[in-house]
């Protein structure tokens, strides 16, 4: 009897000592669960686009890098069958008018043509001289001259050519700086060893006169004298001016460096070969310049005077 009183009461504290150890069990068991699902739920959370459970996370399927492909690939464009429609057309009627023999095409031949011309410059009204209204081509050199700085023209003085000018005063003139490079030469005088300035087609003639004057002699007044000894002065070649420094007469031929002057002082006129036969002038005419192929002013009263003309 005792012994059943002993083992009911020792069985009830075992149930009641199970009904308090099981519920903390379930209790602490609660507990550790949480805080994974805290964490868990954080981990989601730090996705801003989502915000979702545990559960629906892990239900979550994940994304296939096919799919991203595609979501990443630009959507295609949109037809638009009215200009297919239209383009159509237009290749269709562009076939027909290449395949048919008509007048039409070509004109279209000859338009492009000129288009392809006039860019080239193959004009065929274009030259040298038209290409650009403000210029022209003159002298022999035919550099382009600006007519608005040179709006003058000279005459075509023989193989000496034409160049474009402008006045200034006193009977000067300047002549275009193109011209005078292609055409003005720098020579050393024979016998008195001095530069002067020529024409190019006129350099030999001047080396050819000085020559005679360097070598040659003549009987003046009874002596026997070198030709050399006769020139007092020399006074100038290449002198861009109007004759007599008269802007109201035409140009001189020093303008074109085809002309010299030999002792100005006393032979502003004319010289009497019948009575003037010591003339030193007259002398080198006949001796020197009329030889190398000059003329001498003195039939116009310039005495001094010896050019080319040719």
Not at 249 to 266: F, M, Q, V
Request: net charge neutral; proline share 5%.
């Amino acid at each position: 009897m005792n012994k059943k009183i002993v083992v009911s009461i020792f069985a009830i504290l075992i149930f009641l000592s199970l009904c308090i150890y099981i519920p903390d069990m379930m209790t602490y068991r609660d507990k550790l669960t949480g805080i994974g699902q805290k964490n868990e739920t954080k981990l989601v959370q730090n996705n801003p686009e989502k915000n979702v459970s545990v559960s629906e996370a892990a239900q979550e399927k994940p994304v296939d890098s096919q799919t991203i492909k595609e979501k990443e690939k630009p959507p295609a464009p949109q037809v638009n069958h009215e200009t297919v429609k239209t383009q159509t057309v237009t290749e269709n009627s562009s076939q027909n008018k290449s395949s048919s023999p008509s007048s039409g095409s070509s004109g279209n031949n000859n338009n492009n043509s000129d288009i392809s011309n006039n860019a080239s410059g193959s004009n065929p009204g274009n030259n040298a001289g038209s290409a650009n209204p403000g210029y022209n081509q003159v002298s022999r050199g035919e550099s382009a001259v600006d007519n608005s700085k040179y709006p003058l023209l000279s005459k075509v003085n023989g193989s000496f050519g034409q160049f474009r000018y402008q006045n200034l005063s006193g009977g000067r003139i300047e002549v275009d700086p193109k011209w005078v490079a292609e055409n003005i030469v720098t020579i050393t005088l024979p016998g008195l060893n001095r530069q002067v300035q020529v024409h190019k087609n006129a350099a030999d003639h001047f080396i050819t006169a000085f020559n005679y004057i360097k070598n040659g002699t003549a009987v003046v007044n009874g002596k026997e004298l070198s030709l050399l000894s006769l020139i007092k002065t020399m006074d100038g070649t290449y002198v861009t001016r109007h004759v007599n420094w008269d802007s109201a007469r035409g140009l001189s031929n020093h303008s074109w460096g085809t002309a010299i002057d030999i002792n100005a002082s006393g032979h502003f006129g004319y010289v009497d070969p019948q009575k003037d036969v010591d003339d030193p002038n007259l002398i080198l005419w006949e001796k020197a310049f009329k030889p190398a192929g000059f003329s001498w002013g003195n039939r116009y009263s310039d005495s001094m005077h010896y050019e080319l003309i040719k």
